[in-house]
């Protein structure tokens, strides 16, 4: 029997919640067709926005498949047991992780969340042609052990990259090569310790918050603005770290000035804390040019990661991080050597592309495409929203004022196949400003999917 | 000026720290000679041992490099500021983690503490046109997103290698595929907690302790026997896992027998804990059948860890845990999407030397060449020790009864170009018992090394 809460506003919650369980302990099976909106509303005395809201979340999450004209079908689970329950307590409701790996996206024709490039964009027969190479070039020197902080060729060339295509002069000793950004904040969390909260920012990509807490850290939000993260909350905690975006937030878009970065960096040496600058898509600034890094403003106090997962393609699980010397020095003597968590074979191949000069071809064909993806986008929405947009990635904010609500807008866009989330769906603690906000993230569109 | 300690066992030991800070300062400068050592015993007023112990204990950690008939010469470091910090409070006085990476071996004629596979055993040329053709059968698809626990394919072939290498019956959904032990190590903490601590066994490989003191867990040591970890020991602390390898311990070479193993997972079963059992060169036992793993005793108490560093090589980053179902529901739930930390291209390589047999032609083609080494080097051992050897694994423990202590085994071996380590390197709290005996790990030698 499904438990309605009192509040009138939580029905269509506690009816997604049930459903869930019931598929989750498979009480529903795979394939299984749910009842008719209608049918179902009339059963238990609700209204059918009631019941579309929750049948909308489950889509979302997946574990429910709409089908046009035929209603929704109960998706396969993989059976794990003791699916229902709590995630982590930082994450508790409402996040429920997904059980299916890499298959949500088939579901929907347009993914506006998943940020992945459309795989005719990757220069795929450069990138086979340099791994042909490497295999040639390197033979059995491809066997040695990989020195922890990465291989030198490739430190050098990601330096040099950074050189030309951000001004950052980054001394390529300084530089650490780990498997993509989570690996990554897993490092920086070993390198600064669990004793003190780190700062996120709040909207933020969530898998930022959660990654810090599997590796034991805790962290505190910071809420973000127009002008980034809200330095007067910062000075209140006693953190040891701020996770930021400055050069295009994730999901607000804000681009953090001069102002705040400098204040950014009053804090870190007050308080003898760190700057996590987290610029995961700085390459597709699409008007303008790239701003100024805050590594290059203080390197002592900022942690500089990116990743080429973003640029490249997701199945490739390399980044890098700018340490300050204090940090590399700790990272060389504290972790065991060899240890390196990317094959020397796919470094070199990078080495080579970066090198080469293929990934900034790459790079800059890239964004002449989605400068045309995005102009059709922006025709896309004119009068239906207001659109929030600084140019500075791959993705913007819609807001919808005339919306109910945010289940709602993402329903209204499940129906028509399109898969987005909002911004509150990156908090980590409420912000009610920031309802009816849609976040479109534009990265794994073709151009084709909006004529 | 040198302040030696009162007691004048502990001389050599404040000689080679303050050789060793002048080194780290700059003091000294790379290709600077140092002092002879009779030169330098005359200055100081100490014996030509103890000088001759600090210089082999400074070689053995790669600050200075012996030649012969011309004395020792500082290496060049790579000029790091603050090396002479502290390291991890776990790994305190004596564990200097080395300023270098990869150059070490090339100092010593023969490297008996690395185990690295020589490079012509590697199957290059079948490794080549694997990948090759992966990358021709796979094309575009090998840019896909990689689930998070690994590609499906490499899991069924690990799986099915398992059961006929190993005779285990392993469910492939429970493996998950990850960048090398020690990135496993960190997933295991994620997934089990830092509240508890982890019990280690006492000598053991050090970098376990301290892949797990990064991740933020405690570690107690449990000391190891001739018939593995200690369990009265073990019941007396409030662990949440046992860290094992229960097919043939590094260093001791202890094979645990079944009582103990089934001791242990009585332990664990009563303390609702976990048995890491760490299965690191079972592949390579030289006599008899392999054993039995812990894992087909009691897969749900046992999370059951391998790479193939040892067997295919160490720039290799691929490693694979088998997790309790509780364990991999857990990791399903709480980490992020799309974190595989191996690429995906590398999975499929794998995947297709597993399958196609290649592996196991190859490990079976390197049992005997070690048959070859291990039959040559016991030939040499003869009559100069005690040899302690199972013939479980690489690696065996040569007793210098009739030597002074651990630092002259090893620098007497330094000075005929020989790298070694003793049991009481491996250490974790003091086992005044297993001195004297030194760890050959044969690994890494060819057969001409021994003629």
Redesign the interface.
């Known amino acids: 029997m499904i438990d309605f809460d009192a509040n009138g506003k939580n029905k269509y919650y506690s009816l997604y919640k049930t459903l869930r369980e019931d598929i989750i302990s498979g009480k529903m099976r795979g394939g299984e067709r749910l009842p008719s909106k209608r049918a179902l509303a009339r059963m238990l005395g609700v209204s059918v926005t009631t019941v579309m809201l929750a049948y909308g979340q489950l889509a979302a999450e997946g574990y429910v498949c709409p089908r046009e004209r035929s209603g929704h079908f109960v998706e396969k689970l ?1 059976g ?4 229902n ?1 709590k ?2 307590p930082l994450y508790g409701v409402g996040k429920i ?3 299916k ?2 298959e949500e996206t088939r579901r929907y024709s347009c993914d506006l969340v ?1 940020g ?2 459309p ?2 964009l ?1 220069p ?1 027969s450069t990138w ?1 042609r340099l ?2 190479r490497v ?1 040639n070039d390197c ?2 020197h ?8 990465g291989d030198a060729q490739l430190k050098y060339a990601i330096s040099a990259y950074l050189f030309r295509s951000r001004g950052m002069e980054v001394d390529p ?1 300084f530089i650490v090569v780990g ?2 950004a ?2 990554l904040y ?1 490092v920086i ?2 390198l600064l310790g ?1 004793d003190k909260p780190y700062a996120v920012e709040n909207p933020c990509y969530t ?1 930022i918050p ?2 810090y807490a ?3 850290a805790k962290c505190l939000p910071v809420a973000v603005g127009e002008k980034g993260m809200d330095l007067r909350s910062l000075g209140k905690l006693a953190a040891c770290a701020a996770h930021v975006s400055p050069s295009h937030q994730f999901p607000t878009g804000a681009v953090m000035p001069a102002s705040v970065r400098a204040g950014l960096i009053d804090w870190a040496n007050s308080v003898d804390g760190f700057i996590i600058e987290d610029d995961y898509d700085s390459e597709f600034r699409l008007e303008g040019k790239p701003l100024h890094s805050m590594q290059s403003l203080c390197p002592s106090r900022v942690v500089y990661v990116n990743t080429f997962s973003k640029s490249l ?6 980044g890098y991080a700018v340490l300050p ?2 940090l ?3 990272f ?15 470094q070199k191949t990078l080495a080579a592309m970066l090198d080469g000069g293929y990934f900034e071809r790459h790079v800059s064909r890239l964004k002449n495409y989605y400068r045309t993806v995005r102009g059709k986008l922006l025709d896309k929405l004119a009068g239906k929203c207001e659109v929030y947009d600084t140019g500075a990635g791959l993705h913007l904010v819609a807001r919808f004022p005339s919306e109910e609500c945010d289940e709602k807008i993402k329903l209204v866009a499940a129906e028509r196949g399109v898969r987005l989330k909002c911004l509150s769906d990156y908090l980590i603690s409420p912000r009610p400003e920031l309802d009816l906000c849609a976040v479109i993230n534009y990265s794994g569109l073709t151009s084709e999917q909006l004529d």
Not at 80 to 83: D, K, S, T
Not at 313 to 318: G, H, I, Q, V, Y
Not at 332 to 346: I, Q, T
Request: avoid cysteine; hydrophobic fraction near 35%.
């Open positions: 993989n794990v047991p003791n699916l329950k995630s982590s992780p997904s059980v790996s890499g998943k992945v490039l795989a005719q990757f795929f086979a791994m042909r295999l033979g059995e491809l066997l040695e052990r990989v020195p922890k902080d000793r498997a993509g989570e690996y897993g969390v070993q669990r898998k959660s990654v599997l590796n034991g393609a997701p199945s490739m699980r390399l010397p204090v590399y020095d700790k060389m003597r504290s972790f065991p050597d060899g240890a390196s968590s990317v094959s020397l074979f796919e």
